[in-house]
């Protein structure tokens, strides 16, 4: 039986017992160690501050795994932060293998799992804030800081920068294998704390790299990697939408054999492809090519991780999103482009982003060599292929006419190349921001208040202009708060203070700033709601709708959605213009005013400036109104419907993501005062889509349970629970089957209703209703459930469910009525309410 790490470094042993111990734990499992581990597990056990700037492959999961060993031994807390959830979460179960789950907690801001536990993975943001809120008396012992470059990031640095200057009882471990010059940092940290800080750098991969720049065409250098037994590839691609186009050009390769394939397919087994791209990746990886990016499905990650670990896909097609420590075994990283779009402009790729992307390759334990190929530009691609073909024929290569790059293009050659491999990581540069949450947060923690503000301000890694324009900053703030009465000043004469004590006015709940920043203002707004008939102005019956938007309002944007609903609503719009006889520029004129839906834009924006008149820290966050959630609802959608229409199909995992942040911030924000059955149906329905799309998470706890050492075994994730478990969920599915009959027949669509139900005689009694009525309403009151009637009676003996809608007509006579059946062994299957109409009668 393996030793267990809790045994090999117990409870109060020593620095010298817990090196030892836990080099007879990593012996015990087949791992000798590098000298950097060595030299920087020494250092912790020591109680120095590490800070780990090695090359990737050089093991640093493993020096993360002695630290929290080392600190468990003395009794004490450590957390692990990463940038990404997805990170944390991988490190969170990595971590609940070797220590236990009881030992493990995980709190990403969205979601919290045995969060006091003595080992904590969560976001940089989630430690910062807790940093701001305690300072000195946080209980934190000990953190370890992956991927640490993120210090520089212009957005986020703050996150990386906090903890440094408020945690000084703790032990850091700051680990990337991208860092550049650390000194001032190092110089920093020892002036604060009073711990030596042990700098384990420069060292030599175990896997060297070679580097080469390449002027043939892609599939010519896939092939040729292939050949020379170079893979598993990574295509690195700056943009989702090449790499997918990448893996359908690379397609027609011969990239496995008949016998790979068969193991390929035997492997996923009966994985469940449901979706328009999880379609289009079955038919990759069975050819031995993998998608990787962040809007894939997280199921779909893990299975092209998992291939990939197996080494079963030859090519990854990806994005550099690969670079930020996720575990796919690599041996050559093949980069289209040294230059990429950063979210304002293009530019050539820094020395740290190349390295970070190029450590990726070589397999330690698998590869004696990793390689590192960049493809030139495509102009010089072909301006090399003509003098190929022209040989040594003068004349030819004379007569040749060479491409250029583009205007406007930023270009790159084998210059740049050369000059990023030899670059070093450009130095970090600190970040610092000030927000009033943040602020609120040093203020709650008491005390000197204003010594404590003054030594973030003044006490930091920001140069000298800097830290007077964050004191500008700081004092702005503190003024907004103290005239929103957020803020008090006390008097001059307090016995117990040296100086005015300042303190908060309002009670903070224990997550501020932690999980949705704009949920307070999210439940004044929903105060504003008549569930009787909602004051938010959408009409009567929209009360659960109303209380989505809100709630929607406070998340943030999934871009992809937004940008195509727009781009179907000005389609719409141009359209109808043209039918209203409108002319191109007046059309034009009004297109500029279509956007996505934005349901109580009017009444958000007056609330949110009500609101923050008197908690102006609300000011820091934007607030965003949107529709995903209602528009699917509202439709009738599915998922995959959903991604259809909007032609979503490249960020299923964004749309996934979203729509699960949406129904955990409806559970946790909406007060149970506040809840209506309409709204308890609305969350069962959206928990129920987004477990049937992805129970990824699901499927991680049961693996924790029940786990699989057989490496042999299928790649297949436990399906997710039947969509006929959660009767509420399921009712829901089966009345929005029917609504969607009520919305086409309304617009006369006669040919979609006959398409969905042959059988039904839909022209006839759309032409039969229409005689008798001028339309089918589908307002608020037309989708009631108390319009839907459900015999479940007949299940038993026959399998299906009896279901009959009543149609809203204007005058309220209620006489048609939709009857049909519920295939209750399908909708199992298939994951959703397989409805089929047979009939449309008038009583």
Known sequence: MPLS??????????????????????????????????????????????????????????????????????????????????????????????????????????????????IVCCTAEILANLALRQ???????????????????????WAWQVPL??????????????????????????????????????????????????????????EELLHTGQSPIYVVHFSQAAAMERAQALSSIRIVSREQRDEIADAIGGFRFTTAFGRTLSRYVRAGIGVHHAGMLPRYRRLVETLAQRGLLRVICGTDTLGVGINVPIRTVLITALSKYDGTRMRQLSAREFHQISGRAGRAGFDTAGTVVVMAPEWEIENESALRKAGDDAAKRKKIVRKKAPAGVVNWGLGSFERLVDAEPEPLVPQLQLTA??????????????????????????PRARKYELARRAIAIF????????????????????????????????????????????????????PEGSEGGAGTGHYALDVVSIIEATLDDPRPVLSQQQFRARGEAVAAMKQDGLDYDERMALLEEVTYPKPLEELLAQSFEVFASSQPWIRDFELSPKSVVRDMFERALSFSELISLYQLARSEGLVLRYLSDAYRAIRQTVPAEAQTEELHDLVAWLGEVVRQVDSSLVDEWESL???????????VPPAPPSVLTNRRAFGVLVRNELFRRVQLAALQRDDELVELDPDAGWPEALDAYFDEHDEILTGGAARSPRLVTVDEQAAVASGVWRVEQTIDDPEGHHDWRIRGVVDLAASEESGTAVVQVTEVVRL
Do not use: C
């Not at 002036?191 to 390449?214: D, I, M, Q």
């Open 437 to 462: 949450a943040m602020l609120i947060n040093v203020i709650a923690r008491g005390g000197d208040v204003f010594g404590n503000v003054r030594s973030l301000v003044f006490d930091n890694h920001e």
């Open 479 to 530: 003024r907004t708060l103290v005239t929103a009465g957020v803020v008090e000043i006390g008097s001059l004469e307090t016995p117990d203070a040296g100086a005015p004590g300042i303190r908060l006015t309002v009670d903070l709940q224990p997550n501020f700033a932690l999980n949705q920043p704009l949920s307070p203002f999210a439940l004044a707004a929903i105060g504003l709601l008549d």
């Open 135 to 157: 300072g000195a008396d946080a209980h934190v012992d000990q953190v370890v800081m992956d991927e640490f470059h993120y210090y520089g990031d212009p957005e986020r640095g």
């Open 5 to 118: 790490l809790l045994d090999a470094v117990p409870r109060d042993a020593d620095a010298d017992a817990a090196y030892s111990g836990f080099v007879e734990w990593a012996a015990d499992r087949g791992l000798s160690l590098y000298p950097a581990q060595d030299e920087a597990i020494i250092e912790i056990v020591s109680g120095s501050h590490v800070i780990l700037s090695t090359p990737t492959g050089t093991g640093k999961s493993l020096v993360a795994v002695a630290a929290h060993a080392a600190a468990l031994a003395q009794g004490g807390r450590t957390y692990y932060t990463a940038p990404i959830k997805a990170l944390v979460s991988e490190k969170f179960f990595a971590l609940v293998e070797i220590f236990g789950a009881a030992n493990v907690g995980m709190v990403t801001g969205d979601s919290a799992v045995n969060p006091d536990a003595a």
């Open 165 to 222: 200057l408020l945690l000084p009882r703790a032990q850091f471990v700051l680990m990337s294998a991208t860092l550049g010059d650390v000194t001032a940092i190092a110089e920093d940290l020892e002036r604060r704390t009073g711990r030596a800080v042990a700098r384990v750098t420069g060292v030599e991969r175990p896997v060297p790299l070679h580097f080469s720049y390449a002027r043939t065409p892609i599939h010519e250098t896939v």
């Open 705 to 715: 349970i029940n786990p699989v050492d057989d490496p042999s075994a299928p790649v």
